[in-house]
């Protein structure tokens, strides 16, 4: 089955420089790869995501970038806010009618004033 | 709507105790999910239900664990016999269908087995 690895595991980053969070999958059929933010003691939610027919995706100050061939996907924060402190997953879900996302084991950011 | 909900927010057992937790998809969902979060495993799937019928339950990690949905406003996941290393917090999830990517999270039940 899929299996997601994400690092770094702890990332501590200045207000207002940029963060990367790095994931790599290994089934080459997933076509969807979605980044969830868990602030403490919250829910995950969803704050972008990208299709396998999309090389990059931006909104505002988070963009996603996605390797088919080397298998990896990147989230990168810019102008980083004391509110980006949370946990990051990033996730996998294979081709059409598989429904399981595979979720990486999570980026503790701490964004230092 | 007002989300995915789940009870009990909050669950405190004796080893040996049967837990049932609760959810209830957002309305108009055909998905849904019960993921169980710990320090050391992150995000584990334990099962998925498409229309109410399970359609992979090879995450659920014993016999001990079993989940229904016998409708599809209502899901419960239950632990019998409850152990220590149950501990975690377990999330339930919906989604609109088996092909749309959002997971909308429920806040999750922190359950403690002493």
């Known amino acids: 089955g899929e299996n997601v690895e994400q690092h770094p595991s702890t990332l501590s980053v200045q207000e207002g420089d940029s963060a990367v969070i790095k994931c790599t999958y290994s089934d080459s059929a997933s076509n969807y790869f979605p980044w969830y933010k868990q602030e403490l003691g919250k829910r995950p939610q969803l704050i972008i995501d990208i299709r396998s027919n999309v090389g990059e995706k931006k909104d505002q100050r988070i963009a996603v970038t996605l390797n088919k061939t080397a298998k990896h996907f990147s989230l990168h924060i810019t102008e980083t806010q004391p509110e980006d402190s949370a946990v990051y997953f990033c996730a996998a879900k294979g081709p059409e009618g598989a429904q399981k996302l595979v979720f990486g084991q999570g980026t503790r950011l701490t964004i230092n004033p | ?114």
């Open chain 2, 1 to 114: 709507d007002a989300g995915v909900i789940q009870s009990p927010r909050h669950e405190v057992t004796e080893m040996g105790q049967e837990v049932t937790l609760r959810c209830k998809p957002i309305s108009g969902h055909n998905s849904l999910f019960w993921y169980r979060q710990t320090m050391m495993r992150g995000l584990e799937l334990l099962i998925y239900f498409n229309n109410n019928v399970p359609i992979d339950d090879s995450g659920m990690p014993e016999d001990r664990f079993s989940a229904k949905m016998p409708n599809a406003s209502f899901s419960t996941l239950k632990i019998q016999p409850s152990e220590p290393r149950d501990s975690a917090v377990y999330f339930c999830a919906s989604s609109l269908g088996p092909n749309t990517g959002e997971l909308f999270f429920g806040e999750g039940s922190r359950l403690t087995v002493l």
